[in-house]
């Protein structure tokens, strides 16, 4: 029988022969990234006790994102003892206040194909972009990794998801997530990996990539991976990446579960308050005339160049509906700096968009952003848990940012098509979502 994308990587980083789904394996990591809120703060004590040092800092990302810029003191405090470690433990890889912990290691092209990568964050998922076997551990575990370089793993089956066909005009990546967490629910794919395959995903841009592997956690799933193609090879290329090894399933892989999704019938969606499986087509809200007070475009999931610019093929010419705030918190610097120079930062700027620091920001109610009590926010995050925003009577509706830039020029909740026209916002943004040209 044949083996699939992570049985693969866990066969190669643990050295055993014939890995099996349901065998725990110890591997030894690739790369082992953490932040501010999960690392240091958290291990950093307990490895001074131990007088231990990183085992491999060359092997270590280390990332400032979800309190910088700091807030109030003890935020400033977090931040100090973070950027003392990486000083301490000659971790080069310190990136403080670049981007946020999912994006950087994949745009300076540390994550690889092949890789057996460990974040401390849940959403680490998202380098399965780059067919990394990109999974999230919590910080106990991490000072375990920090120490030896090795984690133990239990190797998960696979759930194979086709998506057949290609996107239409104004859907994106985000779309496909929640259409198929509205499917296979909020816990669809527990300690699950989820490959995602098909025409649809085959020509997606690697921003696109991201967001699939990134939501790949609000299925439960353990991974979520793609298998490298040309589009991929040609991103790491452009960062000067030429060496790896990349990793396929075999052709009579054993798959747990077959889904099979249809992009082409896919319209632009959204999760309603306040889980991301709570999904319905963003047309129908927008006939109920759901109001909003804010729309945010930010996180590591909906704040991509591709993201921004999505966002910007609503905007052009309009203005965000009077009592709206439109938020826009890019996911990196260099996101930030490459919106500049596309003149997209303009076009949002002219639209009555305000930029907010790169960072997680207020994705998980930490950053400025936060709501107040009874408003309604629409979001390019990938999360609308009770709260999560920073006020458990607030509530948040979960869209791409197409989505979320047309719900923000109309004040309601709105399918991008009404607000821009689809062939207005159609090509363009069709043709980013897939990352190809028509
Ligand atoms: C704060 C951090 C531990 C958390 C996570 O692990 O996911 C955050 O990034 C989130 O998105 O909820
Ligand atoms: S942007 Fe949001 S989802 Fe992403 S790592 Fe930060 S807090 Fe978590």
Not at 50 to 59: A, I, S, T, Y
Not at 139 to 148: A, E, N, R, W, Y
Request: charged share 20%; proline share 4%.
């Amino acid at each position: 029988m044949g083996k699939t994308l992570v049985q693969k990587i866990a066969e190669r980083a643990s050295g055993v022969k014939d890995v099996q789904p349901g065998m725990i394996v110890t591997v030894n990591v690739d790369i082992a990234m953490m932040h501010d809120s999960t690392g240091p703060r958290r291990i950093g004590k307990t490895m001074e006790k131990l007088g231990r040092k990183v085992w491999n800092p060359d092997k270590v990302v280390l990332i400032t994102d979800h309190f910088t810029p700091a807030n109030d003191s003890v935020e400033a405090e977090i931040l100090r003892i973070t950027r003392e470690f990486a000083k301490a433990q000659g971790i080069k890889r310190f990136h403080e206040a670049e981007g946020i912990c999912h994006i950087v290691p994949v745009e300076m092209g540390y994550v690889r194909p092949g890789m057996m990568y460990v974040g401390a964050d849940s959403h680490s998922t998202t380098a399965g972009a780059v067919g990394a076997f990109a999974i999230a551990v919590g910080s106990t575990d991490m000072l375990g990794i920090m120490v030896t370089g090795q984690t133990w793993i239990k190797v998960p089956e696979t759930i194979r998801v086709t998506w057949k066909g290609n996107l239409p005009k104004g859907a994106m990546a985000k779309d496909m997530m929640l259409a198929l967490i509205s499917k296979m629910g909020g816990d669809g794919a527990t300690y699950q990996a989820v490959e995602y395959t098909g025409t649809a995903v085959e020509r997606l841009s690697m921003d696109e990539r991201l967001v699939l592997s990134n939501m790949s956690i609000e299925l439960g799933a353990k991974a979520g991976v793609i298998a490298p193609n040309q589009i991929v090879f040609d991103y790491l290329a452009e960062r000067g990446v030429t060496e790896f090894d990349a990793v396929y399933a075999d052709g009579d892989a054993n798959y747990i579960r077959e889904v099979v999704m249809d992009a082409s019938a896919l319209r632009p969606l959204v999760a309603k308050p306040h889980a991301p499986e709570n999904v319905d087509t963003a047309k129908n809200l927008e006939d109920e005339g759901v109001r909003i007070h804010q729309a945010y475009i930010g996180a590591c999931t909906g704040a991509k160049f591709t993201d921004l610019e999505a966002a910007a093929q609503v905007l052009r010419g309009r203005h965000v509906a009077p009592g709206v705030r439109l938020l826009v918190a890019p996911a990196s610097v260099r996101v930030f700096r490459q919106a500049v120079e596309a003149g997209i930062v303009t076009t949002l700027l002219e639209a009555g968009a305000q930029f907010l620091p790169t960072g997680c920001g207020a994705c998980a109610g930490l950053g400025h952003g936060i709501l107040a009590a009874g408003e309604v926010c629409i979001s390019s995050t990938n999360r609308n848990f009770p709260g999560r925003m920073g006020n458990r009577q607030s509530s948040v509706y979960l869209g791409s940012p197409a989505t979320v830039a047309a719900s923000a020029v109309a004040g309601y909740v709105a399918d991008p098509a009404t607000v821009a026209g689809t062939d207005a916002i159609g090509t363009e943004v069709a043709a980013v979502a897939r990352g190809v040209a028509e």
